[in-house]
């Protein structure tokens, strides 16, 4: 029985440690391409985030925003609109040229880094956009990514529940949208 203990603890230690961010470097941001992926240079090489954590609204036609667009029963764009707006915020706070340090957790579905971006005043971007009402707290199949830590998750859900109780951002605009969105 203390062996088995001892297993299922140490696999515990095993699965939260590769909960815990793999990596950090500086970059330097390149491209805002909205306000849930950027792409940054480090080292010479030049690599896409996908931002942990956060699901903005789509700006680009496809799959998921027709998804999106069908399920919240709004239009092409109105969806179109808020993705725009969501990526405008973001350029308030990431511009091309600034350095920020990126901390790594893995690749995404669409082999993108999974990161929270930390920027140069030490706030964490990922918890901005969604505290600022841009972002949903993003789920995958309603519940947490396994990425990302039980602290962080219940932080950006306070976070959210705050930005849509005082109509911030895009909960000012589409309250009802951005409900839909971030179920």
């Known amino acids: 029985m203390k062996y088995f203990a001892k297993s299922i603890g140490i696999a515990l230690l095993l699965f939260l440690s590769s909960v815990a961010f793999a990596d950090q470097y500086q970059?330097?941001?390149?491209?805002?391409?909205?306000?849930?992926?950027?792409?940054?240079?480090?080292?010479?090489?030049?690599?896409?985030?996908?931002?942990?954590?956060?699901?903005?609204?789509?700006?680009?036609?496809?799959?998921?925003?027709?998804?999106?667009?069908?399920?919240?029963?709004?239009?092409?764009?109105?969806?179109?609109?808020?993705?725009?707006?969501?990526?405008?915020?973001?350029?308030?706070?990431?511009?091309?040229?600034?350095?920020?340090?990126?901390?790594?957790?893995?690749?995404?579905?669409?082999?993108?880094?999974?990161?929270?971006?930390?920027?140069?005043d030490g706030s964490n971007y990922n918890e901005k956009e969604v505290g600022d009402g841009y972002a949903c707290v993003y789920k995958y199949r309603g519940h947490k990514s396994r990425e990302l830590s039980v602290s962080e998750f219940k932080k950006l859900l306070g976070l959210m529940t705050q930005a849509r109780n005082q109509r911030k951002g895009l909960w000012g605009i589409e309250p009802q949208v951005m409900e839909c969105l971030c179920e």
Not at 45 to 54: A, D, E, T
Not at 73 to 92: E, F, I, P, S, V
């Open 27 to 120: 970059a330097t941001i390149t491209k805002i391409t909205d306000g849930d992926t950027i792409c940054v240079e480090t080292s010479g090489q030049r690599v896409k985030l996908r931002l942990l954590g956060i699901d903005t609204p789509e700006k680009y036609p496809g799959e998921k925003m027709d998804r999106d667009i069908r399920r919240c029963n709004t239009t092409y764009d109105k969806m179109h609109r808020l993705g725009l707006m969501a990526t405008r915020h973001a350029a308030t706070m990431l511009h091309k040229g600034d350095e920020i340090t990126v901390q790594t957790f893995g690749k995404g579905y669409y082999g993108r880094t999974l990161s929270f971006v930390i920027l140069a």
